[in-house]
């Protein structure tokens, strides 16, 4: 079951937020995200997981509503080294991390 | 530490041709997957694996085969190649029991081109 980004595509300026957000029809035990930038393997950004844990190396924020099956990846005052497309996976049961289309973020100077 | 490695970087196959992918980590990860990324698309679960002697599918299994004889590494064959099959496969791997829900580390990809 493939998780649901929006937006597709967002630009910014340097300095601005944005939010991606991550949806999932069924219940999850875990929202993971990572970057991937042009022709690169995805980097890991977050995990989140049921009740409350998160793991992450970045300075990214990012929250996960159990209830609606959701979570927003928040980055705030962005950099031209954020952009890149931005990718949320779930873990509904079993074994299986899907992840979805992606969100592709440009940030102009 | 290497990390996970994938050779080869690109390749070139005719159709009907199979070849194997290969993928190895040093981490000493239970769970490992591939992946494949379609233009402009998401990454989508061929198989994967809970550790050795254990596999099973994904998303898009079809045309496809893995094995697990050790920890290191998990090979991906392409039976018989079609150009549906054309993409970026990337190897990614995790640690412990649980390693489903840490950080997976992606290999480098392979670009495969089925004409």
């Known amino acids: 079951q493939q998780p649901v980004q929006s937006p597709q595509a967002v630009i910014l300026r340097e300095g601005e937020d944005a939010v991606i957000n991550c949806s999932s029809s069924?219940?999850?035990?875990?929202v993971h995200w990572y970057r991937q930038k042009h022709g690169e393997a995805p980097v890991f950004l977050m995990i989140?997981?049921?009740?409350?844990e998160q793991k992450g190396h970045e300075k990214i924020s990012a929250s996960f509503n159990e209830k609606k099956q959701q979570s927003s990846l928040y980055l705030t005052a962005s950099q031209l080294s954020y952009s890149g497309t931005y990718f949320c996976?779930?873990?509904?049961?079993?074994?299986?991390?899907?992840f979805g289309e992606g969100t592709q973020l440009t940030v102009n100077p | 530490n290497a990390g996970v490695t994938q050779t080869p970087k690109f390749q070139v196959l005719k159709t009907g041709q199979s070849m194997t992918l290969q993928c190895a980590q040093d981490m000493n990860h239970e769970y490992m997957s591939w992946y494949r990324q379609d233009p402009g698309m998401g990454l989508r679960l061929i198989h994967y694996?809970?550790?050795?002697?254990?596999?099973d599918q994904g998303e898009v299994p079809n045309g496809y085969n893995v094995s697990r004889s050790t920890t290191e590494d998990f090979p991906l064959r392409l039976l018989s190649a079609a150009p549906s099959q054309t993409s970026v496969y990337f190897c990614?791997?995790?640690?412990?029991?649980?390693?489903?829900?840490?950080?997976?580390?992606f290999g480098p990809g392979t670009r495969l081109t089925v004409l």
């Open positions: 989140l997981l049921k009740g409350g």
């Open positions: 990614a791997s995790s640690t412990g029991l649980a390693g489903l829900h840490n950080e997976q580390f």
């Open positions: 996976g779930t873990v509904i049961s079993g074994s299986r991390l899907t």
């Open positions: 694996s809970v550790g050795a002697g254990i596999t």
């Open positions: 069924k219940a999850l035990y875990s």
